[in-house]
């Protein structure tokens, strides 16, 4: 994955009305997630916008609250890519992920991100977009190619997640499917269902006609 270089400042004025006046800002709130999961109860000094989740069975999770600019996320958010954040608080250093973004029901506006922590121990699941390459047996013979997941879900070493999966669809006859169930890649873990279709080759009335006349 390409890196996307994040600064971020700590969080400590929380709730919906502090919310609202950093959005009057054009500001963003921001959860990190994915931190160290610790024991309860935590007496150590938490860091400025650090918090500890209760998760249960007497632990808890370290998540940050943060704060970014609208500017500074727009190439992160509106894109197809997808990038390893270099994300940078208070001049330390973590890597994370995109997990989850809230917009404005009718305003183009981001209202909340949700980032997760990642490293080079812990695998981790993420969109991944899907190139479709090659030239269909089933489009030479007049059928239409239908790309119906932009992305795979995938699950594995940050550093192993590819910018984009590439599946060959020479082979793909008329009529036929290309479902999860059957393609692999190195490394990574596909999380769709393995019966999910993730391209086709629709009959169209041009092949129809022709597959009519073939059988005259």
């Known amino acids: 994955m390409k890196t996307f270089q994040l600064t971020a400042e700590p969080r400590t004025d929380l709730g919906k009305k502090a919310a609202q006046a950093l959005r009057k800002e054009n500001k ?44 500074a996320v727009r190439k992160l958010v509106y894109t197809p890519d997808i990038y390893a954040i270099e994300l940078t608080v208070n001049g330390e250093t973590r890597m994370a992920v995109l997990k989850d973004i809230q917009f404005h029901p009718v305003k183009d506006q981001i209202l909340h991100i949700d980032l997760l922590e990642v490293s080079d121990k812990k695998p981790v699941a993420i969109e991944v977009p899907v190139k479709l390459e090659g030239h269909a047996e089933g489009v030479k013979a007049g059928g239409k190619l239908n790309l119906s997941m932009k992305k795979i879900r995938v699950k594995a070493i940050y550093t192993e997640i590819p910018e984009r999966v590439v599946i060959n669809v020479d082979h793909l006859g008329l009529g036929k499917t290309l479902q999860i169930g059957e393609l692999h890649f190195d490394g990574l873990e596909l999380m769709n269902a393995k019966n999910a279709v993730v391209c086709a080759v629709q009959l169209t009335r041009a092949a129809r006609g022709a597959q009519a006349n073939a059988g005259n």
Do not use: C, F, M, W
């Open 28 to 71: 963003i709130p921001v959860v990190l997630n994915g931190g160290d999961v610790i024991a309860l109860p935590y007496d150590k000094e938490l860091k400025p916008g650090e918090k500890v989740v209760e998760i249960g069975n007497g632990k808890g999770l370290i998540t940050t609250d943060l704060v970014v600019t609208q500017d």
